[in-house]
């Protein structure tokens, strides 16, 4: 079976400081692995996908994701944090059917000033 | 904006009663997928629609259905409603259902029963 953890339920980030939301997969074959932001009261808002070639990948509001399939993470990055960065960060799979979506827990960022 | 709209918002009813939630995919979208999340569960896929026809089931329950009809909207169905039903439901969309396409959610609808 298919699956994501991420092993940090909140990371407390100051601003300007670089920033990491760890994630690693389980899966068996390709993993087609993404990022979505969750901010208050609001849906989720697709990040960045992993879905074959270079392992860093890059993404929306500055976001980026290091794919290592040696140590199976796709973490979470960004070089300098901002205040408006807060929220909740999941990390998914895609199942190899091309159906659903397979969500950790989600990991909870603060940025604070 | 994904695109996905998502009515109502907000849903407050009792149990035991029946509420239908609706969704418009992205504009040539053909796949719906339809998720909940709630603070014990986690986000949970429950179910998918691609061009009219159900695709997969996830963690459904009986009480729960759903379907999308030939203009591509869906709707998901949850009678005999407990309790534990409220939760943040969310639909989301993809042009197909392939494993490198992402998904385009809405705004969720927040349901609480009473």
């Known amino acids: 079976a298919q699956s994501v953890a991420q092993p940090e339920d909140q990371v407390n980030v100051a601003e300007g400081n670089p920033l990491t939301v760890k994630c690693t997969y389980s899966?068996?074959?390709?993993?087609?692995l993404f990022w979505y932001v969750q901010y208050p009261n609001r849906g989720l808002q697709f990040l960045l996908k992993?879905?074959?070639?270079?392992?860093l990948v890059k993404g929306s509001y500055g976001f980026e994701a290091e794919f290592n399939k040696s140590q199976t993470s796709f973490h979470l990055k960004k070089p300098s944090a901002l205040v408006s960065d807060s929220a909740l960060y999941f990390c998914?799979?895609?199942?190899?059917?091309?159906?659903?979506?397979?969500f950790g827990q989600g990991t909870e960022l603060s940025v604070k000033p | 904006d994904s695109g996905v709209t998502q009515t109502p918002k907000h849903l407050i009813t009792a149990t035991g009663q029946r509420v239908t939630l609706r969704c418009s995919p992205r504009s040539g979208d053909l796949s719906v997928y339809w998720y909940q999340q709630s603070l014990d569960q986690g986000l949970q896929f429950l179910i998918q629609y691609y061009n009219g026809e159900e695709r997969a089931k996830g963690n459904i329950l009986e009480r729960f259905s759903a379907q999308q009809f030939p203009d591509l909207h869906s709707e998901l169905n949850l009678s005999s409603l407990e309790l534990g039903d409220s939760a943040l439901y969310f639909c989301a969309s993809s042009v197909v259902p392939t494993t490198n396409n992402e998904q385009f959610f809405g705004p969720g609808t927040r349901l609480t029963v009473l």
């Open positions: 998914a799979v895609r199942d190899l059917q091309g159906g659903k979506l397979i």
């Open positions: 992993y879905i074959t070639g270079d392992n």
């Open positions: 899966v068996s074959g390709n993993p087609y």
